[in-house]
């Protein structure tokens, strides 16, 4: 089977562009996607506005051009579609990654499918597919959900969202939007400082104005069919509640890091161990990119801060031939 010089986990922006530019120097690209092209931005909300502007989206020299200054989800995936198809890259979607294994210089990269031999394995795979949990009795019920999707079968409910930070504010204001019957809950003393500028002062009027219900430095206790379990600053509470949305972050799998042999204990963060120059784990050949590197400190990179690292991945692959 062909050796080829640089295997890619993951088809989101990060591994769009490393397979641009190891495209672009000469080497041979393979990347592998368990779900669809840019599959986390396909699961994000269907309504959802990015926070940047389409230009600092851009990979690949390839302009995106959007009817507004910040783009929306579906001119996202137009673009990101768009960009694969004119560097005519080299990728499998819907093939699960299964394990990455180094044999003197060869890495073994086993999905669901196949086995392909590389020389060198990029791990671009994010932390959109792993949800913080609760860890309270009641989060496996089907009213409880990690994802937000669309605000519209909501309207009339009693809708709680859990967190304090962008996802959870903004899901809050569409939920109120459309017609929910909103409470949010801030385990802080109140709504984020780092929340978008925007969106900040709204969803803290909405609260001082009664629109959407407020409890801060609150806790859930227990989650039931139809209530939520709370411990507030005035003791244990109990209200009436139809779903949940726990929007409180995201992780890297480390189930999955851990396996391939990628050191992770490294700080309070668990990032990924790697040369901030050249991207580099523990292991020779293998490389992290994008939002995996700041491990859960996930407000750390994002695509337009995280961009330089395909560069800098593929450059030193370049070096060590």
């Not at 041979?28 to 996607?33: D, G, K, R």
């Not at 009693?158 to 939920?175: D, H, R």
């Amino acid at each position: 089977m062909e050796n080829i010089d640089v295997i890619i986990v993951g088809a989101g922006p990060m591994g769009i562009a490393t397979a641009i530019e190891a495209k672009a120097q000469g080497l041979s690209h393979l990347v592998i996607e368990k779900g669809s092209l840019v599959n986390s931005v396909y699961h994000f909300p269907k309504s959802m506005t990015f926070f940047s502007t389409s230009d600092r989206l851009e990979i690949g020299d390839v302009p995106f051009v959007s009817i507004n200054e910040k783009p929306k989800r579906d001119e996202a995936l137009e673009y990101y579609r768009r960009v694969a198809q004119h560097w005519d890259l080299n990728i499998h979607t819907m093939e699960k990654v299964l394990n990455v294994q180094k044999s003197e210089n060869t890495f073994n990269v086993e999905t669901e499918k196949d086995i392909y031999k590389a020389k060198n394995v990029v791990v671009a795979t994010g932390f959109y597919d792993q949800p913080n949990l609760l860890n309270v009795p009641g989060e496996e019920l089907p009213k409880v959900s990690h994802y937000f999707d669309d605000a519209h079968p909501y309207i009339n409910k009693k809708v709680a969202v859990i967190g304090a930070a962008n996802s959870a504010t903004q899901v809050a204001l569409e939920l109120y939007y459309k017609g929910a019957d909103v409470s949010i809950i801030v385990r802080e003393s109140e709504i984020g400082e780092n929340v978008k500028y925007w969106i900040r002062p709204n969803i803290v009027n909405r609260i001082k104005a009664g629109d959407i219900k407020g409890f801060y430095n609150t806790t859930v206790k227990e989650i039931t069919e139809n209530t939520l379990v709370l411990n507030t600053p005035e003791g244990e509470k109990t209200v009436q509640n139809d779903y949940v949305f726990a929007m409180i972050g995201y992780h890297p799998n480390y189930d999955f890091l851990k396996k391939i042999g990628i050191n992770c204990e490294t700080d309070a963060f668990n990032t990924p161990n790697y040369k901030e120059n050249s991207h580099m784990t523990n292991i020779e050949g293998l490389y992290v990119a994008g939002v995996v590197c700041g491990g859960k400190n996930t407000s750390r990179y994002f695509i337009e801060n995280s961009k330089e690292h395909a560069q800098a991945v593929i450059n030193d692959i370049k070096n060590r031939k």
